[in-house]
């Protein structure tokens, strides 16, 4: 596999997968729930706005698809940006539980079209055998921004009380909104470097393509896995900072702290994936990624001391999100191009409708149950997934496509550079 050139256009896709995560996963995800506590939503409210969240992403999902076939996928990708921070700021309006229902879903339809549209764009950057890296250039560029977020996450609230103290203290809901407001900006700055990304447009297909040319039944199989690992996800993802503040009476700062560490982790982790894929082939290593999360997430739910915990906590956290730049290739590679949008959508609508089902559920089973259950379910899941993308992926053979080169873009044309 060749290190593709850090060309011009690469390094503006990187710039705003990272302006983007940095808002919604280094700012947002630090404190949405302590801002959710602060207007009196207790676990089960904050459980079922998480299936709010789910039931956006599952909606838009088809729709996103077909947007990056009609606009391509660097508008689409602008789009989704503007409404996750329409979101975020929608947030602070209003503390009714209807309204924050309808925001948390269109933070929903953001972000899933965010993920549906990032796949698409990295098959007109590179060629397939660079796929891998690529996705991995991305997950670092990421986690290294988020890393630094998270520390600046977690301290924002306290910085936005000192500086405007008719705002509350340090844990207010105005403090906690304030900081929402500038994740969405942090978001908003993305547009800057998509603005100057050329347009490439995915390949449509004609119409007698879109009646009987989609191997729908391929397309389902592959993203199987994809809703046993959104399972996984509706039982962690939501719960992190309520797990460490609920388990060891930790503040704000110091979550924000541990949430850098997290991301350190996924950075470090993912330097290595291109390494594994060469390996172990780009199936194995997917599922041997699988299979070592399985293990940190049930080392998580003993919860042997903060140390350990935390430590456990990186190892899952970095090795469970190896899972996109290990996975999209194989996607990418199972389908036709003119069908990579429709690939991008039904798989994150897998996603999300594996993380809205188990949403019903978490949050009684936290109550009841405890943290650690909902990590040993996710280790659970987490090795299904696994092992289904083994024996699926070996089953399914890759479909062939165009030349493989390396492609640069030029305003409305793709060619062969």
């Not at 596999?1 to 390094?11: A, D, V």
């Not at 009609?70 to 975020?88: N, Q």
């Not at 559920?361 to 993308?389: D, E, H, K, M, N």
């Not at 070996?394 to 165009?402: F, G, I």
Request: with cysteine; charged share 10%; net charge neutral.
């Amino acid at each position: 596999m060749r290190i593709p050139h850090l060309s011009r256009n690469i390094i503006l896709f990187l710039l705003a997968s990272a302006l983007i995560d940095v808002g919604v996963f280094g700012i947002m995800d630090v404190l949405l729930n302590f801002f959710y506590r602060s207007i009196g939503f207790d676990l089960e409210a904050i459980s079922v706005l998480q299936g709010a969240q789910r039931i956006g992403g599952l909606l838009f999902s088809l729709p996103a698809g077909m947007l990056i076939v009609r606009l391509g996928a660097r508008r689409t990708l602008m789009i989704a940006a503007i409404l996750l921070a329409l979101a975020l700021v929608g947030m602070t309006v209003s503390p009714d539980f209807g309204w924050q229902y309808g925001v948390r879903a269109l933070l929903g339809a953001g972000y899933g079209a965010v993920f549906i549209a990032y796949i698409p764009i990295v098959a007109t950057l590179v060629g397939r055998e660079q796929y891998t890296t690529v996705f991995a250039y991305q997950f670092i560029a990421v986690a290294l921004a988020v890393a630094i977020a998270n520390s600046i996450g977690g301290s924002l609230p306290g910085a936005l009380a000192s500086l405007f103290p008719t705002i509350g203290g340090a844990e207010s809901t105005g403090a906690y909104a304030g900081s929402l407001s500038v994740a969405a900006a942090f978001v908003l700055l993305c547009l800057v470097p998509l603005a100057l990304l050329p347009d490439a447009k995915v390949p449509a297909a004609t119409p007698t393509q879109v009646r009987g040319g989609a191997p729908w039944g391929n397309i389902l199989i592959i993203s199987l896995p994809m809703f046993i690992f959104g399972l996984g996800a509706g039982m962690s993802l939501p719960y992190y900072n309520l797990f460490f503040r609920d388990t060891f009476a930790v503040s704000d700062a110091v979550i924000g702290n541990i949430f850098t560490l997290g991301s350190v982790a996924m950075l470090t982790i993912t330097l290595i994936v291109p390494y594994t894929a060469r390996r172990f082939g780009q199936i194995g290593a997917l599922a041997l990624a699988m299979f070592a999360t399985s293990a940190a997430f049930f080392l998580l739910s003993l919860t042997p001391g903060i140390e350990l915990t935390v430590v456990f906590y990186m190892l899952a956290l970095g090795l469970r999100n190896t899972m996109t730049p290990l996975y999209s290739p194989l996607l990418l590679d199972r389908v036709d191009e003119r069908h990579h949008g429709l690939i991008s959508s039904v798989s994150t609508a897998a996603w999300s409708l594996g993380f809205l089902v188990v949403t019903f559920f978490s949050g009684g089973w936290v109550q009841q149950f405890g943290y650690p259950f909902l990590f040993q379910l996710t280790a659970l899941t987490t090795l299904v997934t696994g092992a289904l993308a083994l024996v699926i992926f070996r089953a399914l053979r890759p479909v062939p496509q165009p030349t493989e080169v390396d492609y640069k873009i030029v305003p409305g044309v793709e060619t062969p550079g």
